[in-house]
């Protein structure tokens, strides 16, 4: 997604670069496609880094950086605290895609003094703002869902291999979801929401595609495959 988003603002005559809190530059670039845009890795230790604000604060002097996204509450934590001592300080845009992993009390506490610091904060969804300001994570936030660009991810053709293969009927609904197989994800959500829609009559049928910790029961779960 930050990829994405970075490749569409070059054409706008935008620098960007992706940064990495939690993998190296080396082998994230071989895991994805960086379309020209510079990948660097600031890696952060185990736990709470208390030395990592400094670090990022450097690197952002370096590259006299004009404005830092953060995607999800530990980037979010980590870029307020780094920003405050700027004499010349970015503009700092928080984005959650997704509940956080690590749910304490004092996770909270930062990410919502983090939050008020930012000079906007984003959701993906409505139920995700709802959820994390009833949680305590935010106080305030604006929703802009996630876009698809529908000219390079059009189906190849209308013939339906994928139904022919899985013997789904032409008017079944054949939903894909692409995340990671994590509890963060809600995949569970989903598969509700289908048995729910099988109920009234609609046929659905789902498919993940992904890696995670929730393949083995995913993998037997009804409606799924």
């Not at 997604?1 to 070059?10: D, F, K, N, R, Y």
């Not at 845009?93 to 304490?104: C, E, K």
């Not at 979801?177 to 509700?192: E, G, N, Q, W």
């Amino acid at each position: 997604m930050a990829l994405e988003l970075a490749a569409h603002a070059l054409h706008a005559g935008d620098e960007h670069q992706l940064w990495l809190l939690d993998a190296d530059a080396v082998r994230s670039v071989g895991d994805l496609d960086p379309r020209g845009i510079p990948v660097r890795g600031l890696r952060r230790r185990r736990g709470l880094d208390l030395g990592y604000p400094a670090r990022l604060r450097r690197a952002l002097n370096e590259v006299e950086a004009d404005a830092i996204h953060a995607h999800n509450d530990s980037a979010l934590v980590y870029s307020a605290w780094a920003l405050s001592p700027m004499a010349r300080r970015p503009r700092l845009i928080a984005t959650y895609h997704n509940l956080s992993a690590h749910d304490t009390w004092a996770s909270r506490w930062l990410a919502r003094r983090a939050a008020r610091r930012a000079d906007a904060v984003v959701c993906v969804s409505n139920d995700l703002a709802q959820r994390l300001r009833r949680s305590g994570w935010l106080e305030r936030a604006s929703v802009i869902g996630n876009g698809v660009d529908l000219r390079r991810f059009a189906p190849r053709s209308a013939g339906g291999t994928w139904r022919a293969r899985w013997n789904v009927h032409p008017q079944a609904l054949l939903i894909g979801c692409v995340a990671r197989l994590a509890p963060s994800k809600r995949h569970k959500d989903l598969i509700d929401a289908a048995k729910s829609a099988n109920a009234r009559g609609l046929r659905t049928h789902l498919v993940f595609i992904g890696e995670g910790p929730e393949r083995a029961s995913l993998r037997h779960a009804p409606v799924a495959r």
